[in-house]
């Protein structure tokens, strides 16, 4: 249960940390706003408060998706569809995660690009509670989609007109596992480049995205927070690094992988003051514990 809470806190902890740089006007420079945070001190001396580190839209609709599943009411898209992949990480729960996952994404995404990333930060929820090897995540969500666009087949009238999209969203993320060597199934390590700063990781971002900036979009975002835990383990301080101070959309990356963090490693690497006085505290913790409840009651 705790990391089920751990992971509620975190996706809302990396979203005010996200958020708070994405509205400053030097945002677009990983390398000023990593600088700016030491002038604060560093991460172990912020104090997140609602005043001066209020959550962004991606909270709200996190934990509206959240009430949803524990109570019956309300939905959004990627960067609110981990609590679905909480709610239904069971294997065998597999078909119901890509439903809920896609329906719950064309509420307000109705696009392959969209929908597809809430299918794709459900399952790497699940596939965190379930213990599967973080390499292995990008392979298996690849493997998943075809059942995806069955399922989508019987609901899209138009499907059809989404095959160019559909495709895009595979074709980045299969040029991604390549360049990560990561698209074979191996049990290696994935391949960052030697020299990989603030300032590299703004380029690739940017490469990765479609719109010049990372983070946008349904297939990155998730991306870019996939690839901050790969390289970053379980060290917190260098998740944000990577996914929460960087130069594009860091409150949608850091809403995802503050989430997932949260499930792998829990509240233990992560300052006290990111979470004590958090916006929504009491309600996260509520829905993380429902959330655990109702996924591990259920026969």
Request: hydrophobic share 35%; aromatic share 10%; glycine share 10%.
């Amino acid at each position: 249960m705790e990391k089920f809470q751990a992971a509620m806190l975190l996706a809302s902890v990396g979203d005010a940390l996200g958020y708070r740089n994405a509205r400053k006007e030097n945002s677009a420079i990983g390398t000023k706003i990593q600088e700016d945070l030491q002038k604060l001190g560093g991460l172990d001396h912020l104090v997140l408060s609602p005043e001066k580190w209020p959550v962004s839209d991606n909270t709200i609709m996190h934990l509206a998706t959240a009430r949803a599943l524990t109570t019956g009411s309300g939905f959004g898209a990627a960067t609110k569809a981990m609590c679905i992949g909480m709610r239904y990480w069971k294997p065998e729960r597999l078909e119901t995660l890509i439903e809920v996952s896609i329906e719950c994404g064309r509420m307000t995404h109705n696009h392959p690009t969209g929908f597809l990333g809430a299918l794709c930060t459900a399952l790497f929820a699940s596939y965190a509670i379930q213990g599967k090897p973080l390499e292995q995540w990008g392979r298996d969500m690849m493997k998943t989609v075809p059942l995806a666009e069955e399922y989508c087949k019987k609901t899209i009238r138009h499907l059809a007109e989404y095959q160019e999209h559909w495709f895009y969203f595979e074709a980045k993320w299969q040029f991604y596992l390549e360049e990560r060597k990561l698209s074979e199934d191996t049990e290696s390590k994935a391949a960052f480049p030697d020299h990989y700063d603030a300032e590299e990781r703004d380029k690739t971002y940017k490469k990765w995205s479609s719109e010049g900036r990372g983070g946008r979009r349904g297939h990155d975002a998730p991306m870019i927070a996939y690839d901050a835990l790969l390289g970053a383990g379980n060290n917190w301080t260098e998740l944000c690094h990577r996914a929460m101070f960087h130069g594009g959309e860091s409150g949608a990356t850091g809403t995802i992988a503050g989430c997932l963090f949260g499930l792998l490693h829990g509240l233990g690497a992560v300052p006290e003051g990111l979470h004590r006085e958090l916006e929504h505290r009491a309600e996260l913790l509520h829905l993380g514990e429902a959330l655990h409840r109702l996924s591990t009651e259920e026969k």
